[in-house]
């Protein structure tokens, strides 16, 4: 049996041990957020640290008004929470964290922080006055073939498959930016560029596996910095598509998962119900709503709890360093209502604190207006939620657009259902805030929905453009691209005409498109950059008449300015009697339609050439 100081040297040549391995073992995998900045409104900070055993660790910082306030720990030794507070006077440069154990040095990191742009806090979000461009980064244009498929990504280049990557990228992307401000748009929402490392359908970007990582693909960090300031100097202002609810099962968290209670169904895919109703039905049953918010939404897309406040941080954090690290003017949240509602609430709050004339725009994809409301900042909820985004994407009016150009004209069908469906804005804390769109990633091209009928599409283009709300379209649409009627992404996410090296159709320059193709680019062309001019459109108030005889009229004014819009259905030529809407024309006795740049005269009513819209500014 071995003595008292027998068993002292031995624990002292343990620990000796202990210390020598840990000098060679200790890695910091991943430490995030990559940096941060000075003079931010919430001056706390928490860093992520990956590691081999690494909280085991004690962090020391050195560094003027920089506070270690604490740590935190989760059921894996792997991760350690560092919680920093950041005072008034801090100035931007490089710190170190000192890791040790015990008295000794096993590891450290560099962390800078950096200064933050001129006038960031006080940056202004997209708004009525803008138009917004969705595009598809792996379908617009390849602007690199040679990061067309990668060594660190599972998935390479395939172009002839349609769920597979087609090489559109960054680059690809801002060779273009001079087509997409000439059309008329001021802003580009482009679906996700974070790293989407899966081995199959990683090409649009919702299943992310790297939170601080540019898909490599697309190109770099440093690129997509550089593609927004790019934006920014033709007048274009970029939204970034971010994923709150759900990560992509090749995330690298999935192989050392940073808490037991990081995923919502961790030991078993348990899918979504998608019944959204449940989390606002007063009679629901708990079973129920947990179901639909805590379900995946398939088997790649693991859902995250974002209960769990480390993760609730983390998201909170990454959301806030996109937006300062790229100089970003928008966020749309993806399937917006999947995510824990008092997270939501919280990530809404500190975004727009930081940033109170951000605008951020959440997609809840239902008919039913009362949900979409209840998403909207300044609405009183029943149920005590508050919100704090300012936008929600109206699927509302989306849904009512095509039913209103598809169907006859009948006491509850038609444009009847458009007008009505309008009328509801009564439920919504700021109608003007909602973005209306004839088409997106996910639904039929709105040319096939409406059977290749170029007149309803031009309609379908002037409502979206000219209603209230914030007018987002989808990139192809202007050139008539097409898809099958029921759902298909592959076919609806087509490549962009003249994007690939040898496309014989090209929509930037014109090059073989059809005389139909040509006349719906002039058309929405003409439209938009009219409507950068108009105040009646982008600040004014509505005024609607309830439709009759396939017409469906209504009028965007100010106290100086009135524009009266004609949506029309008519299979035939027709006469517009002007009686009814004097009370808006106020005796003017001519207008200006915009499309054609035509002068009317309103004196003997409207002539009406069939299914053609008209927008008049009096």
Do not use: C
Not at 117 to 124: G, T
Not at 318 to 342: C, Q
Not at 513 to 536: E, G, M, P, Y
């Amino acid at each position: 049996m071995p003595t008292k100081s027998q068993s002292i040297i031995a624990l002292a040549l343990v620990m000796l041990f202990s210390l020598q391995v840990s000098a060679k073992e200790f890695e910091i995998k991943h430490l995030e957020p990559l940096n941060w900045w000075v003079g931010m409104q919430h001056p706390e900070l928490q860093l992520m640290v990956h590691g081999e055993n690494i909280s085991a660790l004690t962090p020391e910082i050195n560094y003027a008004g920089v506070t270690l306030v604490g740590t935190e720990k989760t059921d894996n030794k792997n991760y350690l929470f560092i919680n920093l507070r950041l005072a008034d006077t801090t100035k931007p440069g490089q710190f170190t964290i000192a890791f040790k154990l015990g008295d000794k040095l096993i590891t450290k990191a560099v962390y800078r922080l950096e200064a933050r742009a001129k006038n960031s806090a006080a940056r202004k979000g997209f708004d009525a006055s803008d138009v917004i461009y969705l595009l598809m980064p792996d379908r617009f244009a390849n602007g690199n073939p040679a990061n067309d498929s990668k060594a660190d990504q599972l998935e390479k280049f395939n172009r002839s498959i349609s769920g597979g990557r087609h090489g559109g990228d960054l680059k690809g992307m801002q060779d273009h930016l001079d087509y997409i401000a000439n059309m008329g748009f001021t802003m580009v929402w482009p679906t996700p560029l974070v790293e989407n490392n899966q081995e199959q359908y990683s090409y649009h970007g919702y299943s992310a596996t790297n939170h601080y990582k540019i898909d490599s693909r697309f190109g770099t960090n440093e690129d997509f910095k550089q593609y927004v300031a790019a934006a920014n100097k033709k007048g274009v202002g970029v939204i970034q598509d971010i994923v709150l609810n759900h990560i992509g099962s090749g995330h690298w968290w999935m192989a050392d998962m940073p808490a037991k209670d990081w995923l919502n169904f961790p030991e078993k895919f348990t899918e979504t119900t998608h019944r959204r109703t449940a989390i606002h039905d007063p009679h629901a049953a708990p079973e129920d709503a947990k179901l639909f918010s805590d379900g995946w939404f398939v088997k790649t897309m693991p859902d995250l709890n974002q209960r769990n406040p480390l993760l609730a941080t983390y998201l909170i954090q990454n959301s806030v360093w996109w937006v300062e690290y790229a100089n970003l003017s928008g966020i749309r949240e993806d399937t917006y209502s999947y995510s824990d509602k008092n997270f939501l609430s919280a990530w809404g709050k500190h975004l727009l604190e930081e940033y109170p004339n951000f605008n951020i725009v959440g997609e809840e994809w239902t008919s039913n207006h009362a949900i979409v409301a209840s998403w909207q900042k300044g609405k009183k909820n029943d149920n005590g939620y508050v919100s704090y985004i300012p936008s929600m994407m109206d699927f509302p009016v989306h849904d009512a657009m095509r039913s209103a150009l598809n169907e006859n004209e009948g006491w509850s069908i038609g444009f009847i259902k458009l007008y009505e469906t309008i009328a509801n804005d009564f439920i919504y804390a700021d109608p003007a805030h909602m973005v209306v769109f004839p088409e997106n990633h996910d639904t039929s091209r709105i040319y096939s929905a409406l059977d290749g009928n170029l007149n309803l599409f031009k309609n379908a283009m002037v409502l979206s453009a000219t209603t209230r709300g914030i007018p987002q379209f989808f990139y192809g649409s202007e050139v008539l691209a097409t898809s099958p009627k029921e759902r298909d992404d592959g076919a609806v996410r087509s490549d962009m005409p003249g994007g690939w090296a040898g496309d014989k159709i090209n929509a930037f320059t014109g090059k073989g498109l059809s005389a139909q193709q040509k006349d719906a680019q002039d058309f929405v062309k003409t439209l938009l950059n009219w409507r950068k001019t108009s105040d009646a459109i982008k600040t004014g108030k509505l005024m609607h008449y309830v439709p009759e005889k396939s017409t469906y009229v209504y009028f965007r004014y100010t106290d100086s300015k009135t524009v009266m819009v004609v949506l029309n259905k008519n299979a035939q030529d027709s006469q517009l009697d002007l009686a009814r809407y004097q009370a808006m024309i106020k005796g003017k006795t001519s207008g200006k339609n915009i499309l054609t740049g035509e002068i009317l005269d309103l004196s003997k009513g409207l002539s009406l050439k069939a299914m053609t819209p008209m927008v008049i500014e009096l």
